[in-house]
């Protein structure tokens, strides 16, 4: 046990920190608050940026303009571009999921047609997963896809889409022998957007805002060369991308609560209650020192199953713990926002008395959502239970 | 970075885990606690020849010079087992503060039987205020004696040699010490027991300050953390087991994701614990700037998990987990005890808060809707 940087990775954190120091745009705070739709050519020009200095997919192999990171590094990339508060890439899907299921899955002429489109955020990809009857049981999922002669023929809905809207291919998971087990029937098409019968349409969500899409397909036509894998092995291709879902982009989020948390004590500071700053009421002072210790916590969970990985290669179901772990605790850690803000708590962005222009409300109910996205709390147990404690499967 | 264990720490966890399966087994265990120190002078010459005793301390002293992480590993083990004696008392909180405080001659003197297994020994703390701040420490010593009392000492019966705090200094007295009366405080875990030992002008020698203390308190309270953690570990393994094998409805009640999640919500205390307890370990040992926190860190949350996982393992247990004769109470004793030694999770809490909460510089960044 070293938690001591190597060289190797002392040398990688420095070289980012040095092109950060000269790259990092300087207007981005000018942007972060405005609808994605408007900013979406300033992250698209970022990621172009980040690109041209090898930074855009350093966990990619050297052959496809990665850096073959170590997970070790890939952690120490988000938490620095964490800490320089860097925008987000507009591929991110793409960089993050969907390139590394094609690196891994791909044909050769799949890798050089859709890798570099990738790279350079010129193609943005988005995932057609969920259906409306296919949430936490993704493999009973039912858009079909019919071969006839060289190309498929798709039908069905999608939803929880991110970045639908602004979509140019999408890794779409469908159905290809009906009469098979569930799991066995399933193939992934790369489709492209603009196909005839695509529709997509906004999905408003419960903060009020739209971050996910409804995908809508109507005999779309897909060429039989755009499967991904083999035919009616869609499942294994589907959950190696949801394995790189749970990575290491978790690394980011001890420095992202951590700034919470810290906010949220200087507010404490001078919030108050009982006739004396809320910083000092025992009961707030309690659960602030839990959360922070919690924060700390989930980052050690994560160095321990980092350096797991490490050594076994493939990421697997421990990454169930740090779903839950981070999830869970950002609910905890907006409730007690709500209670140290009190009636403050509730405003919305716009209310020149809201607190951080409303942040705090709208992370209230985001984070609602957090124990639903990328495998609900109750999927994640099942797959420690079964997985990893070997207790009988539970459905 | 490397969070994991190396080979030669993955080499001690592997063989303590199997040394106390091989020399203190659950029957050995349970008949230890049915004495009235729960001390075994053949186990304790086994612990002896295995390094234990002297495990984090000097060579010069008859140690192995082993660190903080180790001490961790081996504790782990140790709380896995339900170790019932005196080895917490004597090595990890005797040992640390003799470590901590005492002058080489002193050392020699109490610290080097202890690594040789030649001498029992525990540190007398708490008084009838029960508190663990160092601060509330009443007792003083006037001309080289004691008169007064302390209460909660683990294994006072079985020591050689106690260590006393008061409020003018740290100070060591004979078992035989004129004066000196011990009698038991009957308390839940009967694999660690409590005593009341009280002083009547008894005669004791200064072997340090109590500015030390602080330190050595932290790596015991670590230690104590790890032990949670070993204990947590068999609650959920025995656990587990039960729910693949108990049948109800016809199948196992593993099967019911009513009690699956709970096994799963067992493990992630479980796991986080460790992860806080190995760091703390680490922090220790480089004596990093973080490494209080880190203790308390880990103490706060190895507290409340090891209760919750006893809770949870009890309740899985449904009737069996209410009888004597099921292993999971005893942990959850242990638990209960460890839970207040050296701090719960509230007065841990509190220690944390007044380093996170009362820090002047605050330097947050930005915060925005949109940046989780």
Not at chain 1, 346 to 365: C, F, H, K, T, V
Request: net charge neutral; proline share 4%.
């Amino acid at each position: 046990m070293d938690l001591n940087l190597t060289p190797d990775e002392l040398q990688f954190r420095d070289e980012l920190r040095s092109w950060l120091a000269t790259n990092i745009p300087k207007d981005w705070n000018e942007w972060r608050e405005k609808p994605i739709e408007e900013s979406f050519p300033y992250l698209r020009a970022w990621q172009r940026k980040l690109q041209e200095g090898r930074w855009a997919a350093v966990s990619w192999p050297k052959e496809y303009a990665g850096r073959s990171a170590t997970l070790m590094q890939q952690a120490l990339f988000w938490e620095e571009m964490a800490r320089v508060e860097a925008p987000p890439m507009a591929n991110s899907l793409g960089l993050g999921l969907i390139g590394p299921t094609i690196i891994a899955h791909g044909t050769e002429a799949q890798k050089q047609r859709f890798i570099p489109q990738i790279l350079s955020a010129e193609e943005i990809w988005c995932q057609g997963f969920s259906e409306p009857n296919a949430g936490s049981d993704l493999a009973g999922l039912q858009t079909q896809a019919v071969l006839h002669g060289d190309h498929y023929v798709v039908n069905g809905q999608k939803v929880w889409t991110s970045y639908g809207w602004v979509g140019d291919w999408c890794e779409l998971v469908v159905r290809t022998d009906p009469a098979a087990a569930k799991h066995k029937g399933l193939t992934v098409l790369l489709v492209d957007m603009k196909s005839p019968g695509v529709e997509v349409r906004p999905l408003r969500q419960m903060t009020g805002e739209s971050e996910f899409n409804e995908l809508f397909f109507r005999d779309v036509r897909v060429p039989a060369e755009n499967v991904l894998g083999k035919v009616n092995d869609g499942w294994n291709v589907a959950m190696s991308t949801l394995m790189y879902e749970r990575g290491s982009y978790g690394a980011r989020l001890h420095l992202i609560f951590k700034r919470y948390i810290t906010r949220l004590i200087e507010l404490a500071q001078s919030i108050q209650r009982n006739g004396r700053p809320a910083a000092q009421d025992p009961i707030i002072r309690q659960k602030l020192a839990q959360c922070s210790a919690e924060i700390e916590i989930m980052r050690f969970n994560q160095m321990r199953a980092f350096s797991r990985l490490t050594a076994t290669g493939v990421p697997g179901p421990e990454g169930s713990i740090q779903k839950i772990f981070w999830s869970e605790l950002n609910q905890r850690l907006q409730q007690i926002a709500q209670e140290i803000l009190g009636p403050y708590g509730q405003l919305l962005g716009g209310d020149p008395r809201a607190i951080d222009n409303g942040m705090w409300s709208y992370a209230y109910l985001r984070t609602r959502g957090n124990t639903i996205e990328a495998g609900t709390s109750e999927v994640q147990r099942n797959i420690i239970g079964h997985f990893v404690l070997g207790l009988p499967r539970s459905y | 970075m490397q969070f994991g264990l190396s080979e030669s720490q993955e080499f001690l966890k592997d063989s303590a885990r199997k040394f106390f399966a091989g020399e203190c087994p659950t029957a050995e265990m349970r008949r230890l606690m049915e004495t009235d120190t729960a001390y075994d002078a053949a186990l304790w010459s086994k612990l002896t020849d295995q390094g234990y005793t002297g495990i984090i301390f000097p060579e010069a002293y008859g140690g192995v010079g082993l660190g903080k992480v180790e001490l961790m590993l081996l504790m782990e083990e140790a709380g896995r087992a339900l170790l019932p004696g005196p080895f917490f008392s004597t090595v990890v909180l005797a040992g640390s503060v003799l470590d901590a405080v005492a002058s080489p001659a002193h050392k020699q003197k109490y610290l080097a039987p202890i690594c040789r297994g030649e001498a029992r020994s525990t540190v007398a703390i708490l008084e009838a205020n029960a508190s663990w701040n160092p601060r509330d420490v009443q007792l003083t010593a006037s001309s080289g004696k004691l008169t007064g009392e302390k209460y909660f000492v683990s294994d006072a019966a079985i020591a050689d040699f106690i260590i006393v705090v008061a409020r003018n200094g740290v100070f060591v007295l004979s078992a035989k010490a004129p004066g000196l009366k011990i009698s038991p405080m009957p308390a839940m875990d009967l694999t660690r027991k409590l005593y009341v030992v009280e002083f009547n002008n008894t005669p004791a020698e200064e072997i340090g300050a109590t500015t030390n203390l602080e330190r050595a308190f932290d790596v015991a309270t670590a230690a104590l953390s790890a032990e949670l953690v070993g204990g947590m570990q068999r609650t959920l393994d025995i656990t587990v087991e039960y729910a693949k094998t108990r049948k109800q409805f016809g199948k196992p009640i593993g099967t019911f994701q009513a009690v699956q999640h709970q096994c799963a919500d067992m493990y992630l205390e479980t796991e986080s614990s460790r992860s806080a307890v190995y760091y703390a370990g680490w922090a220790l040992e480089e004596n990093s700037p973080d490494a209080t926190t880190a203790v308390s860190i880990a103490k706060m949350y190895a507290s409340d998990a090891a209760r919750t996982v006893g809770n949870r393992g009890i309740q899985i247990h449904g009737g069996m987990g209410f009888t004597w004769e099921n292993d999971v109470h005893l942990y959850y004793r242990r638990a209960k005890g460890s839970e207040t030694a050296f701090g719960d999770a509230t007065f841990h809490r509190e220690r944390i808060a007044a380093k996170v909460v009362d820090s002047a510089a605050i330097d947050s960044g930005t915060v925005t809707a949109k940046s989780a």
